[in-house]
């Protein structure tokens, strides 16, 4: 039996430029959120009507705003139980934010919402 050849990882999205833009109205609401402030997962869920905000941020992130432009930065915290946590709170970068905006000034309205 022939062993297989070492294969290497390749990215299922390639490495963009810009921000590609959404018409998905969940993206919508989170951008116009994430542009506001910081938001931990359970706030972007409420705010853009998900389930599932992780997913919907790899979305957003595969459409160009990577790691880099839209980073989870996991803080330190004690939940309701007194046990010590460590809750994801996502955000814009500046440079993430100027993606988004300039995405806005091509989309014409000027509006996340």
Known sequence: MKTPGTTKAVSSAPNKREFTGTDNPRHLRALAALLRRPLP???????????????????????????????????????????????GVYSLTEKGRRMVYAWLARRGNGGAA
């Open 41 to 87: 997962r359970e706030q972007l869920d409420s705010i853009a009507g998900c389930s599932n905000g992780p997913e919907l941020i790899a979305e957003l992130r595969r459409r160009g705003l990577g790691n880099d432009h839209l980073p989870c930065e996991r803080i330190k915290f004690i939940d309701r139980d007194g046990s010590l946590c460590r809750p």
